[in-house]
């Protein structure tokens, strides 16, 4: 949804929630149904499961048949297997550069998983209470402050000289004045780097103070795209 384009009351409306938040048992029931607000953790296989998967492409396929094919040539013809041991190094290289660059995805995801915030401020039965991040649902409202991660992806509710860093998300250093009013596309939509009354997981407050309700937690977040895209 495009909440960036929607007012705050809408917003508020769409998600059945308010300024002061959810329910302690609102809140459970939506995590029971929504799962956790945290990244997918993709089950890890060994290296040598890797490297036999790394095998198993076709065109490393070709390349391990061409090799037997010019080995018995070779061993018919009594000459040198040095056709053979060229293949089999391209083979293996392959296989071994495609694991290495599978660990590097690993790690990406990793270190976007360590991007979000532990804990986080949010309103519940109308008081302030401090929850664990990933137990944060759509509908809760989480207040911002300087230093503070964002924890999900949030539609801004108030804001007092709110600034955030999303590097992250669109490689821009300089932090990002926020505001509350609904944004008008431009086109067919506004880019996320200018959707000025967002903030997504992953980014950071380093400037003024704010609260926001949450609109997306988990996989269905900016940061959850990121990795679903990393590991395909």
């Not at 071994?96 to 309103?123: F, H, P, R």
């Not at 996989?219 to 990795?227: F, L, N, R, S, V």
């Amino acid at each position: 949804m495009k909440h960036y384009l929607e007012t705050v009351s809408a917003v508020l409306d769409r998600m059945d929630s308010s300024e002061k938040g959810l329910s302690a048992q609102e809140a459970q029931e939506r995590l029971a149904q929504g799962g956790k607000n945290k990244l997918a953790e993709a089950e890890k296989a060994t290296l040598l499961q890797r490297f036999i998967e790394q095998l198993k492409d076709p065109m490393l396929i070709i390349l391990m048949a061409a090799a037997l094919v010019s080995g018995i040539t070779s061993l018919i013809a009594g000459e040198s297997f040095t056709d053979v041991i060229i293949i089999l190094v391209v083979v293996l290289l392959n296989a071994v550069l495609g694991v290495y660059q599978e660990n590097k995805a690993d790690k990406a995801i990793e270190a976007l998983q360590t991007m979000s915030a532990a804990v986080s401020n949010v309103l519940r039965d109308g008081s302030i209470q401090q929850v664990l991040s990933e137990d944060l649902v759509v509908g809760d409202v989480v207040l911002l402050e300087a230093g503070t991660a964002v924890p999900a992806d949030c539609r801004i509710i108030e804001n007092a000289s709110l600034q955030v860093e999303e590097a992250a998300l669109t490689g821009e250093s300089v932090p990002v004045y926020k505001q509350t009013d609904a944004l008008e596309a431009e086109g067919s939509d506004v880019p996320l780097g200018d959707r000025k009354n967002m903030c997504y997981m992953g980014s950071t407050v380093v400037y003024g103070r704010g609260r926001a309700v949450v609109v997306a937690t988990g996989m269905d977040t900016e940061m959850g795209k990121i990795a679903a895209a990393i590991t395909k």
